[in-house]
């Protein structure tokens, strides 16, 4: 129970960086103006919390469609093939299979392996893990863009508009958090990332990566190598899809679930706005109509010349 209690979360970890915005500057401190009319600012955390949560979304989406993620100042998500030997004694030939189909089922040697390779700065203060590398590459491919699978960059700008935020804001929001990551494994903090298709723990500066099993699995599906091939898409095609109908179809458009309608959360915000200035016009002509406040008036101007 006391491991359990001292082990910092995704909520602890944002509300160690609120506390420390000296070490952790950004917009990320202080809520900041939606890209639509319809949503209201967010307080720090939940702005920080409803970023990672489309960050964890985006990731997964990416590994799903085949790609690799690399997250600077973290590390990279990105795929390695595992071989077994092969087991001739326990095959199973079917008259009604060909020799495509039982290589989609990944019947043969070869498994879909996801991996995490932890980046350089992180990895610096990880005195127990034990270095292995998760991928095997040339020695002369020292980038993670070359070590891993189709690898691409976390790209703030789907994330900020899935969360209806300034990409700005994202960006602070990443450094600060990864930058806080390092930090606490430094201090020798335990912590846990929770990501829905695998979880992340530092346990006494020792990493350990768990995947789900659904998550495995949908990754050796026979339809994944399709995704993972480039030369099966025309470039024609690649082009004429619009980038409307590609953020329709991902998960990152339902992230706010429930959108307010912008026309009439506009107009009731216009007429929130009338009615004060009305209150505001009322008051200054009430206080106008009081005798004490027409005398004091008087009393400011000589009417001498006048008369």
């Known amino acids: 129970k006391s491991q359990a209690v001292s082990q910092m979360d995704i909520q602890k970890i944002i509300a160690w960086i609120l506390k420390n915005p000296n070490s952790y500057p950004g917009k990320h401190n202080y809520p900041n103006a939606r890209t639509s009319e319809a949503f209201k600012p967010l307080e720090p955390a939940a702005q920080m919390f409803i970023v990672w949560r489309a960050t964890v979304e985006y990731i997964q989406e990416k590994l799903l469609n085949g790609k690799g993620v690399n997250v600077r100042g973290f590390g990279g998500f990105t795929f390695d093939i595992s071989t077994d030997k092969p087991k ?41 893990y034990p270095g292995k590398e998760e991928v095997s590459a040339p020695q002369s491919q020292h980038s993670i863009y070359q070590k891993g699978f189709s690898m691409i960059y976390c790209n703030p700008v789907p994330i900020a508009a899935a969360c209806y935020l300034g990409k700005d804001v994202v960006k602070d929001v990443h450094e600060a958090f990864f930058a806080a990551f390092v930090d606490l494994t430094k201090y020798e903090k335990d912590l846990e990332l929770r990501m829905g298709f695998c979880n992340i723990r530092i346990n006494r500066k020792d990493l350990k990566v768990n995947y789900n099993p659904t998550f495995i699995n949908n990754l050796n599906n026979k339809n994944f190598e399709f995704m993972m ?37 506009k107009t009731l915000s216009e007429k929130t706005q009338a009615l004060k200035i009305m209150s505001l016009d009322m008051a200054s002509q009430g206080a106008l109509n009081k005798p004490e406040k027409q005398a004091k008036i008087a009393n400011n101007y000589d009417f001498s010349g006048i008369i």
């Not at 009604?96 to 498994?111: A, G, P, Q, V």
């Not at 619009?242 to 912008?262: A, G």
Request: proline fraction near 3%.
């Open 229 to 265: 091939r480039k030369s099966d898409t025309k470039t024609s095609e690649h082009w004429k899809q619009s980038y409307e109908k590609k953020w329709n179809q991902s998960n990152l458009s339902k992230i706010v679930t429930k959108k307010p309608q912008v026309d009439m959360v």
């Open 88 to 128: 001739i004694a326990n095959r199973q030939v079917s008259i009604n299979s060909t020799i495509h189909d039982e290589r989609l089922e990944r019947k043969h040697l070869h498994k879909i392996r996801p991996v995490f390779v932890v980046d350089n700065k992180l990895k610096y203060f990880l005195s127990r």
